[in-house]
């Protein structure tokens, strides 16, 4: 849209920047925070690159997110709903990921952190989880009381204090990163994948009590006009029972995170330039979901809300001016786009465009969780979360066009949602930016909704599904 950018095959690097569980508005170039934020690098990234302000996952949960960042397909496409796609033998049938287009196209490729996509897909030559995995913090440590724990209702990690005397784990992947390209033959595509900000929260001192004076909300806030799917989660989640004192040292371990996240990619950036490399590189910087810190009671993700479905998108290259834009675009964008920043031809199998392409229609984003299946929970890790009546956790799909988005579950006990476990929801994002209020039985807007559920209608028609035997037949994975 606008920008032109040049074919330099063969001549042009990228790197991949990805965080995960990370809020649009923990970063200073977005703004929003309740108090405020330090985050200098990725800001100073930003105010060279292209922001887009509305970019959104398509899925609000790892496995499925990260599947559709490599893939440019929906969750429908490829049956992957929510993370026990990562049990081992999952029956996922393999697909084209972008990092596959780069190395047939010459391209050195490697991915350093968290990976987390169905064990059947293989995107990179060269791939080393070092520094991203959960139990890392805990290992690094001879005594875990030295971290100061809190625990969400649930039992995830949401704050904590890594000592400084002690490297941070995580500091392993800019360090990794750093090192194949001192050695790595040109051109190349890299990512470096943060674990954090997701739990568990122990970011080093002195990030961990950067913000300790900070005046955090020290209640949740639960909106009754919010979804029944938003509010259930947030019943299960708890945070609303969690001492006002936890509340806040939550939000003050996401935030501190965030800043040491911010102080890493420094470090990285300055690698860059250090290795000779900056100037040949284009730079991509997101999130694979954002993530709620007491909205209706909720810790984590799993929910449509803006909090948990809205991501960072800032893309740096040698033919864009610094922009910001204001457009709808979305995760399966990315491969697309990525393959745009370096002339790598597209496989038609890919699917997306190119946020840097001519659209002939307005953006449509869609987005869904969850298998909803009788043995379906929103924590299918910890094999919690149960919708009313004890039954499983449902599938719930979204679409946003404009200002408009709408949501509601589609699949309930292995059957299509009916009645009141539909649960619809329409929120205007622009006159309702916290989408808390319902506008479905609004007079007013019903073409709208009309038009929406109907995309949502087709949507649901075209989903893979994978028997709930085959799905539920193998141990579920231990991350989120």
């Not at 990260?66 to 999952?90: C, F, I, K, Q």
Request: glycine share 10%; aromatic share 8%; hydrophobic share 40%.
């Amino acid at each position: 849209m606008g920008a032109r950018i040049h074919e330099r095959r063969g001549t042009l690097n990228v790197l991949w920047i990805l965080c995960d569980e990370l809020r649009t508005d923990a970063l200073g170039c977005y703004g929003g925070a309740p108090v405020p934020v330090r985050t200098p690098h990725i800001d100073a990234l930003a105010g060279r690159g292209v922001l887009f302000e509305r970019c959104y996952a398509n899925s609000p949960v790892c496995v499925p997110a990260r599947v559709s960042m490599h893939t440019g397909l929906l969750a429908e496409a490829t049956g992957v709903y929510h993370n026990e796609a990562y049990a081992p033998g999952y029956p996922m049938e393999p697909v084209v990921t972008f990092p596959e287009l780069f190395a047939r196209a010459g391209w050195a490729t490697a991915d350093f952190g968290k990976e987390h996509v169905p064990r059947v897909l293989r995107p990179w030559q060269v791939q080393d989880p070092s520094g991203s995995l959960m139990p890392e913090v805990f290992w690094a440590v001879p005594d875990v009381s030295v971290l100061d724990l809190v625990r969400s209702p649930t039992g995830g990690v949401v704050a904590g204090r890594f000592p400084a005397t002690v490297r941070h784990p995580g500091t392993a992947v800019v360090d990794n990163v750093l090192a194949w390209i001192a050695t790595a033959p040109q051109p190349f595509l890299v990512r470096a994948s943060f674990l954090q900000p997701h739990a568990p929260v122990v970011p080093p001192e002195p990030w961990s009590s950067c913000y300790d004076d900070a005046p955090w909300p020290d209640e949740v806030r639960v909106d009754p006009g919010a979804c029944a799917f938003e509010r259930r989660f947030g019943e299960i989640c708890g945070a609303a029972a969690m001492p006002a004192r936890d509340l806040v040292r939550a939000q003050s371990a996401y935030h501190g995170t965030v800043a040491w996240i911010d102080s890493e990619i420094g470090r990285l950036l300055a690698g860059l330039d250090a290795l000779g490399v900056a100037d040949r590189t284009a730079i991509v910087f997101t999130a694979d979901h954002g993530h709620l810190l007491g909205e209706q009671g909720a810790i984590g993700k799993h929910t449509h809300a803006p909090a948990a479905q809205r991501i960072p998108l800032v893309v740096v290259h040698p033919d864009l001016a610094p922009a910001r834009r204001s457009d709808l675009v979305q995760q399966i964008d990315l491969p697309r786009t990525m393959c745009a920043l370096a002339g790598v031809e597209v496989d038609v199998r890919i699917g997306g465009h190119s946020v840097f392409a001519t659209r002939d229609a307005e953006p449509t984003v869609f987005s869904t969780i969850g298998y909803g299946e009788p043995q379906s929970h929103a924590f299918p890790n910890l094999g919690v979360g149960r919708w009313f009546g004890d039954r499983g956790w449902p599938r719930r799909s979204c679409v946003r066009r404009g200002r408009w988005r709408l949501d509601r579950n589609v699949r309930v006990d292995g059957a299509p949602a009916s009645g009141d476990d539909v649960d619809a929801f329409l929120a205007d994002s622009v006159g309702d930016p916290d989408e808390v209020v319902n506008r479905i039985d609004d007079p007013a807007v019903a073409d709208v909704a009309r038009e929406l559920a109907a995309a949502l209608d087709a949507l649901a028609a075209s989903a893979v599904e994978t028997p709930a035997e085959t799905v539920y037949g193998t141990a579920l994975p231990g991350t989120g």
